[in-house]
């Protein structure tokens, strides 16, 4: 029997931190990727026992909407639904500052994310032809694709919020 228990927590990533790149470079292929979007983001840190294992950062898109630009979890930790509890935080979170929207961007190769946002309450919303091959030097192979394109995912968070309502 294991007595160590698990200490888990999301919290509010500070900026005064160093950004933990080795966990965003999970979702985004290059530090120059990253470095566009994460500096205007807000950033929470999913940690287990003082340790940083996953990570999400939301953009504000307008008035009414956040954009989930990066979200990752150590691939030790993967398995475990660190993922769904980041993103249940997102919507939670996004939600009870009174945002209609959450987006949500992914390759369209990620099948196992598809899922889970599918899963989680997103609908596809838009597809960005070219995103990849137009925005990384580089060809991106995920899955035994080449990716091209990025899907974008949005949840209506107003059904969201008359549930929270439902449940206080």
Not at 77 to 83: A, L
Not at 106 to 120: E, G, P, R, V, W
Not at 138 to 167: A, H, R, S
């Amino acid at each position: 029997m294991n007595l160590t228990q698990k200490k888990d927590r999301i919290k509010l990533f500070k900026a005064d931190q160093e950004l933990p790149y080795h966990l965003l470079l999970l979702a985004d292929e290059t530090i120059e990727a990253i470095d566009k979007y994460i500096h205007d983001s807000e950033i929470y840190i999913y940690e287990r026992d003082q340790k940083t294992i996953g990570i999400y950062a939301c953009q504000l898109l307008d008035g009414e909407s956040l954009e989930i630009k990066n979200i990752a979890v150590s691939e030790e930790y993967q398995g475990e639904g660190i993922g769904q509890k980041l993103l249940s935080h997102a919507i939670s979170n996004a939600t009870k500052r009174g945002f209609k929207n959450l987006m949500i961007g992914t390759s369209n190769a990620a099948f196992q994310q598809l899922y889970i946002y599918q899963k989680m309450g997103f609908r596809f919303h838009k597809v960005l032809k070219d995103f990849f091959t137009d925005n990384y030097k580089k060809e991106i192979v995920e899955n035994g694709l080449v990716l091209n394109d990025m899907l974008l995912l949005k949840k209506d968070l107003q059904v969201e919020e008359v549930e929270v309502l439902q449940q206080s």
